[in-house]
């Protein structure tokens, strides 16, 4: 049975946009095999680097928020105007916030000292996160575009730290932020849907290293979670591979049979 792989970035395929040799590798060699990869991160289109050199069969952002295949844009589900400016007022004043946009992400430093540690960091692996444009300066277009919000603390992610959100929307501690998105918006939710745009009968198999792959580790027919990932990945997943800087992805493929002719 072939199988197709819902892939995290962050922690899992690259970091800070650069991908490990032998994950790119071992992405082309399983679809080489007749195996499908998809990305599934977090992060919204306006915030990644261009994916499409990757050749992943399909492409999901913002937790499944926002789902292409091809070209073509097949799941939008933004918070819709009313809701990412009603939202933006419960999260102001809470550290660095990022609105996160299909097709532009916002920033506001309600900490500055926190934003320039985040700038400073980002731009040590030569990428220019925490640049954007700031919230203030947002129209109701741009809040038409916004599918989650970023809250980065300075400290150790504690969704507790928010505010009570109201029914309808979740917040999620992750590795450096906590994330607020509509509530049943998930890559559990992802892993799903893109399993049935694919469709065929395929194995499903899902690795990731953090808090928003829970849902995806747990829907898949396999979970796989990264040496570097948390404890709470690491509890979701069937087995843990190696860092992602330490062949990782590849060492779970060939685990997986994905890069052997005779494999699964």
Not at 103 to 125: I, W
Not at 194 to 211: E, F, I, P, Q
């Amino acid at each position: 049975m072939k199988s197709v792989v819902f892939l995290d970035l962050d922690g899992t395929f690259w970091f800070m946009g650069h991908a490990p040799e032998s994950a790119v590798a071992a992405v082309r060699r399983a679809q080489e095999l007749g195996h499908k990869v998809v990305s599934c991160t977090g992060r919204s289109r306006g915030e990644t680097p261009d994916l499409t050199a990757y050749g992943f069969d399909l492409r999901s952002y913002a937790a499944g928020a926002e789902i292409y295949q091809g070209s073509e844009r097949v799941v939008d589900l933004p918070l819709g105007v009313e809701d990412a400016k009603m939202l933006l007022g419960l999260l102001a004043g809470r550290g660095v916030v990022m609105a996160e946009g299909g097709d532009e992400c916002f920033v506001h430093g309600y900490d500055p000292a926190v934003l320039q540690r985040l700038r400073d960091d980002a731009r040590a692996h030569g990428e220019r996160f925490f640049e954007q444009r700031d919230i203030s300066e947002m129209t109701d277009a741009d809040f038409a575009q916004i599918y989650k919000y970023s809250v980065f603390m300075g400290a150790a992610p504690d969704a507790n730290k928010l505010p009570p959100l109201p029914s309808g929307f979740v917040k999620t501690d992750m590795t450096r932020a906590v994330e607020v998105t509509r509530e049943g918006v998930s890559k559990g939710r992802a892993v799903r849907v893109m399993a049935d745009l694919l469709g065929g009968n395929y194995r499903t198999v899902a690795m990731g290293d953090s808090g928003n792959d829970v849902p995806m580790l747990r829907a898949a027919d396999v979970g796989v979670a990264m040496g570097n990932g948390t404890q709470e990945a690491k509890a979701a997943a069937d087995f843990v591979t190696t860092d992602m800087d330490d062949n990782g992805l590849w060492n779970a493929f060939k685990r997986l049979g994905l890069l052997d002719e005779q494999g699964e």
